[in-house]
Nanobody, 120 residues
Framework: VQLVESGGGLVQPGGSLRLSCAAS????????LRWFRQAPGKDRELVAS????????TYADSVKGRFTISRDNSKNTVFLQMNGLKPEDTAVYFC??????????????WGQGTQVTVSS
């Protein structure tokens, strides 16, 4: 089981990045998917989540209207489109998959993280 993030980097304020998280060893359609971030000296923060057949999404207030979480089940990959980036978005971004059905309850998988730095 593995989650591998990519797409991080250095971007100027107001710019955009698209993070990807490729899953292997399990099928993401049976899992809820989340993006977290952790800035230096701060707690890990839930940024966005998607779950269920209808792809119900939630977002932290700080990213609403700027970030979009989505999934491509055919590619077994979850994405985070980040627009209008601000310096306060600088953090390591982690993807997470958690079991949402009886048969996979207790499953909780994490990626290694990808650095996003917003600076001029």
């Amino acid at each position: 089981v593995q989650l591998v993030e990519s797409g991080g980097g250095l971007v100027q304020p107001g710019g955009s990045l698209r993070l990807s998280c490729a899953a292997s060893g399990f099928t993401i359609r049976s899992y809820g998917l989340r993006w977290f971030r952790q800035a230096p000296g701060k707690d890990r923060e839930l940024v966005a989540s998607v779950r269920g057949v209808g792809d119900y999404t939630t977002y932290a207030d700080s990213v609403k209207g700027r970030f979009t979480i989505s999934r491509d089940n055919s590619k077994n990959t979850v994405f985070l489109q980040m627009n209008g980036l601000k310096p306060e978005d600088t953090a390591v971004y982690f993807c997470n998959a958690w079991g949402i059905y009886f048969e996979n309850r207790g499953d909780d998988y994490w990626g290694q993280g990808t650095q996003v730095t917003v600076s001029s």
